[in-house]
């Protein structure tokens, strides 16, 4: 470890919605490997219905989530359930951090994922945002947008037989660079991010007015303005990838209804 990477401070937020299993998994998988700095884990329940809130709480005071030595969890109880973006905001006035993470329910670590972009980040005072590789539980790598949003890519992840698209996807995952390498890329995603946690705070955290799908990309723009954003491949996590959108039409209106905030916002590009 860098001198300069002593005694970092990281802290990660999960958001948690119904069953509460999986987030408990990825928790218990983040303390265990979260080993090189000081942490702060927050859980933060979307107004679960059932008990999924309190099944979090227990497992913060009954020793089922066992923090290390120099690190904490806290449980936040919403509510609201105001989506993933406003989830991941509720824990911005509490942060005390110099990275902090924003990790999905289904974020699974292999390793010191945490510490590694800490201090990969942190020796380059210029990177605001960062991700690590992501595979599935199958060892297969996700294959994930990189570049920023474009109508036709989308078209196509939600449609893959139509086949006469499938340069613009190859141009959205950055299919034409050399990926083993960081690289700088335009499109952060929201399943693992880690942040510059004060550039996190100045860009005012999620856009709330997201309610699910493409706040990610949005904050991604919004932190591209203080600094650069990285692909980190020698990081990696499992992600189980649940792709609501594709499965049914209620989370595939919210992700089109998201797409055209962002394209207001950002602008359009076919």
């Not at 055209?260 to 076919?270: A, I, M, P, Q």
Request: aromatic share 10%; net charge neutral; with cysteine.
């Amino acid at each position: 470890m860098d001198e300069q990477n002593i005694g970092l401070s990281l802290s990660a937020c999960i958001v948690n919605y119904g069953d509460p299993s999986e987030a408990l998994k990825a928790a218990a998988s983040v303390l265990e490997q979260t080993r090189r700095h000081p942490l702060a884990l927050f859980l933060v329940d979307n107004a679960s219905p059932g008990e999924a809130g309190q099944a979090l709480s227990r497992a913060a005071e009954d020793g089922t989530l066992r923090p290390g030595p120099g690190q904490t969890v806290r449980v936040i109880c919403r509510k609201e359930n105001g989506g993933f973006g406003a989830g991941h905001n509720t824990v911005l006035p509490l942060l005390k951090s110099e990275f902090h993470f924003i990790l999905n329910p289904d974020i699974l670590l292999t390793e010191d994922a945490l510490s590694g972009l800490a201090e990969w980040m942190a020796a380059r005072p210029d990177v605001v945002m960062a991700r690590p590789e992501l595979h599935f539980p199958s060892g297969e790598l996700q294959v994930l947008p990189l570049r920023r949003c474009r109508l036709l890519a989308i078209i196509y992840r939600q449609l893959p037989f139509l086949g006469f698209l499938k340069r613009y996807n190859d141009a959205y995952t950055m299919a034409d660079r050399d990926l083993t390498v960081p690289t700088e890329i335009e499109f952060c995603t929201g399943s693992f991010s880690a942040v510059r946690t004060e550039a996190f705070r100045e860009a005012g955290g999620f856009d709330e007015g997201y309610f699910m799908y493409v706040e990610d990309a949005d904050l991604t723009q919004k932190m591209r303005q203080k600094g650069k954003v990285y692909l980190v491949p020698e990081y990696q996590a499992v992600h189980e990838w649940h792709r609501a959108a594709h499965r049914s039409l209620r989370p595939l209106w919210w992700q089109l209804r998201s797409m055209f905030r962002y394209f207001s916002k950002w602008g359009f590009r076919l």
